[in-house]
Each structure stands twice: as C-alpha cells, then as structure tokens.
C-alpha cells in the first residue's frame, strides 16, 4: 500500500504521468518516441510507487529494545556526546536511506515523548557525518522506564521535506509509524552509553523488526 504521508506527492505524480502517457499515445506519431514517452511515465510512476510503499512490519516485544525507525544501511556506530536530551555520553547509530528503500519512518521504543525540536538547517549528503550537525531536521525524545533516547530524522541533498506526527506529552508504541523524509535521508538515533548494541557498520536495518539496541 501507498503510505499516507505520501499521498499527496504519490497522485500528483500518478495523475502528470497518466497524462502524459495519454498524450504520448494520441498525439505522438513517430512509434519510437511514443512508446519511449510512454515506457517513461510507467518507469516513473513504478519508481513513486515504490519509494512511497508501505509495507506492514512484526515488532518484537521488549520496552528495554530499541527498534530501527528507518529502513536502510547502518553507516555509524560511535560513541557521543548527547547534550540535548540524555544530557550524558551516548552511542550513536546512524541509518542511511537510499531511495530505493521504504521511508515510512516508526517509532524506536515504547514511551512518552518527552521532547521535540525542528531545525532549518542545510542539505548536504545524508552519508556525510556533519550531515548530522548541519542538515535540516527533526529531533524527537522519548522516555520509559528503561531511560530515554533521542534520535534525528535528517534531510539529505535530494530530501527537502521532513514528516513527523509526534508531539510532547505522545504516548507512543514502538513499531508504529509516525511520518516519513521524502527522497532519501538519514536517521541518528542515541542510546545511552550503557546500552548493549546488537547491530554495527554494514547492516542493513529494517524499520520496526530490527533490533539496534538494549536498555539497561
């Protein structure tokens, strides 16, 4: 299925290229041309619907496990100062999305949000590491009682919008969506310095089933 949080730019997409295609075929006379304008809107119209799918996900059950937010490769596994909202050193594991990859983005843990902050920054490319400093983004906690973690949804060079539903005061699931960065991107998330990682550099994580971390 089409993710809500791509409806609008999904039909805007289908309706150009369902026209476009008509055109080709009525008044395009040349077959080569015709059927190249064609085979170009459907290649376009495939590449949207796959990039706005939204496919179901099984979360495993844990409070203490701190589940992907995103689909993609995991690029960073380091050790971090968290300033914001842990306000204590920290891991960070940082997931590139490529846009061939889902970009539903779901909730890490179980908890409460406790704090959310939107930053207009710059686009440079999501892999960079001061990507996470500069680029645009959204930054969101959430807090149970295992402790809390941070993470950043954060716009690369093509990604020039951020969705995000959560607010302070959320009681949110793990697993559960909560919006999208449209056109490839990168999330960070922040654990706690004492959590037990279970993923590193190479994976690939898989939003809501893949395990990245244990609370204490």
Known sequence: MITKYGYDVFFTIAVVCLIGALLALFLVEPKIPKFALVSVSVLFLAFAANFFRDPNRTT???????????DGKVICVRSAEENEFLKSPATQISIFMSPLNVHVNRNPISGTVRHTRYVKGKYFAAFEDKASEKNEQMIVGIENSHGRILFKQIA???ARRI???LRPGDEVRAGDRFGMI????????FVPADATVRTRVG???VAGETVLA???
């Not at 495993?60 to 995103?70: D, I, R």
């Not at 449209?182 to 998330?189: L, Q």
């Open 60 to 70: 495993p059950s844990g409070a203490h496990l701190v589940m992907a937010p995103a």
């Open 163 to 165: 969705v995000c539903t």
């Open 214 to 216: 244990e609370l204490k």
């Open 156 to 158: 690369g060079f093509i």
């Open 203 to 205: 994976d690939h994580a």
């Open 182 to 189: 449209k056109f490839g991107s990168r999330v960070d998330v």
